[in-house]
């Protein structure tokens, strides 16, 4: 005598590994405070009148900067002395971070977004922005970071 037909577990089965790949993935996803952290250097600037272009892209280019979990670094162009500057975050979504600077008992929010791990914009004024690149290793690991979120199943 024949046993009747098992229910296949196949839809069961793969809701379950959907829904298991979803929520590893969702939590794999840095902030954009988290993702800021690091060492940026200065490529570009933008929003600029076309006859002080190069000079803005000369000032924008002699500029570093390192973002440590509470902590920025910024290191001027040429003559300049670095400065140190606590921070802390007041908004942020997955591209972009609103942080709070301190220097010099003056506080300023500071606008950064993060076109992609290793390209983040800093908006100086309302419609001019500098752009960074990750350097060194931070630029690795961000391009790992990336990767590894966007190869999650």
């Not at 272009?53 to 162009?77: H, M």
């Amino acid at each position: 005598m024949r046993s009747a037909p098992q229910p296949s577990r196949r839809p069961e089965a793969f809701a379950f590994a959907l829904f298991c790949a979803l929520a590893f993935a969702c939590g794999c996803q840095k902030t954009a405070s988290e993702r800021l952290v690091g060492k940026w250097h200065g490529i570009k600037a933008e929003g600029v009148v076309p006859e002080a272009q190069q000079a803005a892209n000369e000032a924008a280019t002699g500029i570093d900067v390192e973002f440590k979990k509470d902590v920025v670094l910024i290191k001027p162009a040429r003559d300049r002395d670095p400065m140190t500057s606590p921070y802390v975050v007041l908004k942020e979504d997955r591209r972009s971070v609103i942080v709070v600077t301190e220097h010099d008992g003056a506080r300023d929010e500071q606008t950064l977004t993060l076109d992609t791990d290793d390209l983040m914009r800093w908006q100086v004024l309302p419609g001019k922005t500098v752009t960074f690149e990750r350097v060194g290793g931070d630029k690795a690991k961000g391009a790992a970071s990336a990767s590894a979120s966007a190869s999650t199943p």
